[in-house]
Nanobody, 128 residues
Framework: QVQLVESGGGLVQAGASLTLSCAAS????????MGWFRQGPGKEREFVAA????????YYADSVKGRFTISRDNAKNTVALQMDSLKPEATAVYYC?????????????????????WGQGTQVTVSS
């Protein structure tokens, strides 16, 4: 059974940094993409960042490019999201998700419907 378990959320002040972690288990994720999504109060769940497990190639939403960094640790089967210069609008529940890349060439999906495995989420609150 596939499990994605997020950790690392919390309450921070604007401008601070926070690193989220996603522990993945239950299958081999070779050939998969791992993504982070977030859902703020009253908002739709939106794409934040993703990484191809095999190659480590990364993709980011424009709103976080240059401030967030996604990475994966093959040995530990974890995916991290380092978030720097956090803004109050980053307040949201952050979700780790996995998608099969069998239909994709060099890209990675950014639509949440393409992701088949999801974690429970971790709350990030950024105070102003």
């Amino acid at each position: 059974q596939v499990q994605l378990v997020e950790s690392g959320g919390g309450l921070v002040q604007a401008g601070a940094s926070l690193t989220l972690s996603c522990a993945a288990s239950g299958r081999t994720f070779s050939g998969y993409g791992m993504g982070w999504f977030r859902q703020g109060p009253g908002k739709e769940r939106e794409f934040v960042a993703a990484i191809r497990w095999n190659t480590g190639r990364t993709y980011y939403a424009d709103s976080v490019k240059g401030r967030f960094t996604i990475s994966r640790d093959n040995a530990k089967n974890t995916v991290a999201l380092q978030m720097d210069s956090l803004k109050p609008e980053a307040t949201a529940v952050y979700y780790c998700a996995a998608c099969s890349l069998s239909k994709y060439g060099l890209g990675i999906p950014q639509r949440r419907e393409e992701y088949i495995y999801w974690g429970q989420g971790t709350q990030v609150t950024v105070s102003s």
